[in-house]
T-cell receptor
Framework: DQQVKQNSPSLSVQEGRISILNCDYT??????FLWYKKYPAEGPTFLIS?????DKNEDGRFTVFLNKSAKHLSLHIVPSQPGDSAVYFCAATHSGNTPLVFGKGTRLSVIA | DAMVIQNPRYQVTQFGKPVTLSCSQTLNHNVMYWYQQKSSQAPKLLFHYYDKDFNNEADTPDNFQSRRPNTSFCFLDIRSPGLGDAAMYLC?????????????FGPGTRLLVL
């Protein structure tokens, strides 16, 4: 029973355009959401997070939007660059030192 | 200046032959985690240590054990690897294990079971 779902296994975007990666969750207890980025032969690295008290968090080219009523979050990358090509994992947790629950990831390819 | 180091990067073992994967960290973090990631699947938490306190996930098979002899090192022991245990094993650390805290991952060890 997947609690965090990334329904698009892959996404291709042209350089300079916006990339939108989506994530849905089922556990209404989740109140922290994180995005990790993974290059081949490397471990995932933290990218950006959002807590449930916010609906948007921005860091440079990366913005995460949270829609609690829809149990949906999205990562926007604008403008997309070839170096953004990687697998992006959505993860969620809730207060009380519970472990992260990851989605299966979306492979983003940014085409020059 | 590597922060979370996993050795080896690739490990080949035989069906039923015990294998140990290692992880070390230079971050002095309290919490260390082991994840299993199969192809095209989400990383799945096997267990974690908060200092010396071991926390096993309910669905982690008994075949998987872990040791943390000190703050810097953590080992994953697979007592009798089966073909289904072939996967990428990721080690991660975090400072205090609180909700939303960043976890720092190693590059992973890819295990192949023949």
């Amino acid at each position: 029973d997947q609690q965090v779902k990334q329904n698009s296994p892959s996404l291709s975007v042209q350089e300079g355009r916006i990339s939108i990666l989506n994530c849905d969750y089922t556990n209404s207890m989740f109140d922290y959401f994180l995005w990790y980025k993974k290059y081949p032969a490397e471990g995932p690295t933290f990218l950006i997070s959002i807590s449930s008290i916010k609906d948007k968090n921005e860091d440079g080219r990366f913005t995460v939007f949270l829609n609690k009523s829809a149990k949906h979050l999205s990562l926007h990358i604008v403008p997309s660059q070839p170096g953004d090509s990687a697998v992006y994992f959505c993860a969620a947790t809730h207060s009380g030192n519970t472990p992260l629950v990851f989605g299966k990831g979306t492979r983003l390819s940014v085409i020059a | 200046d590597a922060m979370v180091i996993q050795n080896p990067r690739y490990q080949v073992t035989q069906f039923g032959k015990p294998v140990t994967l290692s992880c070390s960290q230079t971050l002095n973090h309290n919490v260390m985690y082991w994840y299993q990631q199969k192809s095209s699947q989400a990383p799945k938490l096997l267990f974690h240590y908060y200092d010396k306190d071991f926390n096993n996930e309910a669905d982690t098979p008994d075949n998987f054990q872990s040791r943390r002899p000190n703050t810097s090192f953590c080992f994953l022991d697979i007592r009798s690897p089966g073909l289904g245990d072939a996967a990428m094993y990721l080690c991660a650390t975090s400072r205090a294990g609180t909700a939303g805290e960043t976890q720092y991952f190693g590059p992973g060890t890819r295990l192949l079971v023949l």
